[in-house]
């Protein structure tokens, strides 16, 4: 799937809320409702990628285009139980998944495959093609 392209709509269920800010990676552009991750201690948008560490979502959204490491700084809600897309064919999560680990395939989907991939979180729930998952600092 391709990542977003327009704010996303924010849901989530309760968790213990903590909003942080931490600085945008320069010519990162993160969409409010993205999945976002650290990476080298910089805000992105989460993707197919190893070494992110996954933390919750946008409040907002930042567009570091042009920008060096740490122009803007972006708010985000982690520590929370967020829904996103769930992948599709053999990367789908089910319910036999709650309770696991999933990856982050882009900044809107999770994966059962940790192969090229950062951990996104535990599985909480499986709706339809939506996965509920307890991510953030409190969650690694």
């Given amino acids: 799937m391709p990542g977003l392209t327009a704010p996303r709509v924010k849901t989530r269920r309760l968790g213990s809320d903590e ?7 320069a010519n990162a552009v993160i969409y409010q409702g993205a999945m976002v991750a650290l990476q080298t201690g910089y805000l992105v948008p989460a993707t197919a990628a190893t070494g992110l560490l996954v933390l919750g979502r946008a409040e907002d959204s930042y567009d570091n285009t042009g920008g060096i490491d740490g122009a803007l700084t972006g708010l985000i809600l982690n520590n929370f139980i967020f829904n996103w897309d769930n992948n599709t064919s053999t990367d789908a999560l089910t319910q036999a998944d709650v309770g696991l680990d999933c990856y982050a395939v882009d900044d809107h989907t999770v994966g059962k495959s ?5 951990k ?21």
């Fill in 114 to 118: 940790s192969s090229g991939r950062s």
């Fill in 19 to 25: 909003l942080l800010d931490f600085p945008v990676k």
């Fill in 120 to 140: 996104a979180g535990k599985v909480v729930k499986i709706e339809g093609n939506q996965v509920w998952v307890a991510q953030g600092l409190e969650y690694l």
